[in-house]
């Protein structure tokens, strides 16, 4: 999807630059901070009770848009960042009861396979499609339970009246394209010949349509706050981050020189990533590697706005500062000073309400599919 750079013009004439959330900062040598160096008095634990944010890289200085939201969401009035959170996404409306269905009108292209009779979840798995992708798009396939009227993954034991595929319209890769709709539609022609049962698909020429279309709202919403943290004299080692960022909250992640503080939900994207350079994590004595740069980020579109991932991402980034003893700065070079988190938070507001005035809310589940 492509990006959107926001001018902040207001705040000095600072160009808001773009940064790559997952890029990792070069280390340069130095006088090393062991583990066990005096660390600086230890700052206020961050405090998680304010707003909530958009995917737009945020960076430092005045205000950090690194993918921002359009000049044209100014338009929406901003939500008080105090509120609960914002409108949460409503479930399409259909005519059977959905539970704990991935497909949605939404952001998925959907045919229908109608069968005479009712098949077994023991008769339909084998014969689903092996792969579940078409091109960079993940499609899935829901049975209606004959029983309880709920639309499922197909499940031995069961029984279904129908079936139903969808394809996603959009994710971070781009647009659905007519040679991955036609994929779609091969593999699932299949499963239906297989079935015995008849497929109901769209029109390609919609479906493209409907793709782009959301395609071009997501890239224009699409949004990730980011800051760097500059060491101001001693570079550090990774364990000395490592410790002080655990007074925090963060946790080691699943990549090299990843940290992360964990979201509410098991298996949800983390709240905030703190990232370094990833050779240094894989050096044969990461003690005496030398850190000099770190970044503070969040993923916006799929972050809850009830886990308040602004204000996290503000008071972790100001009380690493302090504690490493580095300065705040956006991938321009400029200064992030406190009053400009006042600014960021601004325009963060705005994107919030647009993608809820789409039933897009952050960290709903059709938000987190289309901006993966």
């Known amino acids: ?144 339970n004959a029983e309880t009227g709920a639309w499922e993954s197909p499940q031995a034991g069961a029984r279904y009246s129908e079936f139903q595929a969808g394809v996603q319209l959009a994710n971070r890769t781009g647009a659905l394209n007519e040679i991955e709709y036609s994929e779609f539609v091969q593999k699932v022609q299949a499963f239906a010949d297989a079935l015995g049962a008849l497929p109901d698909f769209p029109d390609m020429l919609d479906v493209v349509a409907r793709a782009r279309e959301l395609d071009h709202f997501a890239s224009q919403h699409d949004a990730q706050l980011a800051l760097r943290l500059a060491a101001r004299g001693s570079a550090w080692s990774p364990g000395y981050v490592q410790q002080h960022a655990a007074r925090h909250g963060f946790v080691s992640g699943a990549l090299p020189g990843r940290l992360v503080l964990a979201g509410a939900e098991e298996g949800a994207p983390p709240v905030l990533t703190l990232q370094y350079d990833a050779q240094a994590a894989l050096a044969e004595d990461p003690s005496q590697s030398a850190l000099r740069e770190l970044t503070l980020s969040f993923d916006v579109p799929q972050t809850p706005s009830a886990q308040h991932p602004f204000s996290a991402w503000c008071a972790s980034g100001e009380a690493l500062a302090l504690a490493l003893d580095a300065a705040l700065y956006d991938d321009g070079g400029q200064p992030l000073h406190p009053s400009a988190f006042a600014a960021i938070e601004h325009e963060l507001t705005r994107l919030y309400e647009a993608l809820a005035a789409r039933d897009l809310a952050v960290g709903s589940s059709a938000a987190r599919r289309l901006f993966s």
């Open 1 to 144: 999807m492509g990006t959107l750079q926001l001018s902040l013009a207001a705040l000095g004439g600072v160009v808001l630059a773009a940064i790559v959330a997952h890029g990792a900062w070069t280390a340069r040598r130095a006088e090393v901070k062991r583990v066990t160096d005096a660390a600086p008095a230890p700052a206020q634990e961050p405090s998680l009770g304010d707003p909530l944010p958009p995917r737009a890289e945020a960076d430092a200085g005045a205000g950090m848009w690194v993918d921002g939201p359009p000049a044209d969401a100014a338009t929406s009035g901003p939500v008080p960042l105090h509120e609960p959170g914002l409108a949460r996404r409503q479930e399409p409306v259909l005519t059977a009861r959905r539970a704990g269905a991935r497909l949605d009108s939404l952001i998925d292209a959907l045919a229908t396979l109608k069968l005479d009779h009712p098949v077994s979840g023991d008769h339909a798995l084998p014969l689903l499609p092996p792969t579940r992708r078409a091109g960079s798009k993940p499609f899935h396939v829901e049975g209606l």
